[in-house]
């Protein structure tokens, strides 16, 4: 039995310029410091439920995705972005590396 297929997800996020966006701590040259990459349906779905004020459940209906997806997202992207922060780690955003 295989897995469902992934739905695809709006992401309406005001940049998304090709190769994404990166925060890394200051003072560290970039190859000495250890990546985190955020999805950016995880950092969109951060996005509309943190900053927009939206609920999970019209979040997804801006995503096309179901309220539970948006809530996996959001627990999955905090914790990416944290553990990130917290371990002094480059932040990718909008990619998969």
């Given amino acids: 039995m295989s897995p469902r297929p992934r739905k695809e997800r709006?992401?309406?996020c005001p940049f998304r310029p090709e190769g994404?966006?990166?925060?890394k701590p200051t003072g560290v040259p970039?190859?000495?410091?250890e990546k985190e990459?955020?999805?950016m349906d995880e950092f969109e779905a951060i996005r509309l439920c943190d900053v927009e004020g939206m609920t999970q459940e019209e979040a997804g209906q801006e995503m096309g995705v179901s309220r539970g997806t948006v809530q996996r997202l959001?627990?999955?992207g905090r914790?990416?972005?944290i553990q990130a922060m917290i371990d002094q780690k480059a932040i990718l955003l909008?990619?998969?590396e």
């Fill in 74 to 76: 959001v627990q999955k």
């Fill in 37 to 39: 990459a955020i999805p």
């Fill in 10 to 12: 709006r992401c309406s």
């Fill in 94 to 96: 909008g990619r998969d």
């Fill in 30 to 33: 970039m190859s000495q410091v």
């Fill in 20 to 23: 994404g966006i990166v925060y």
């Fill in 79 to 81: 914790k990416r972005l």
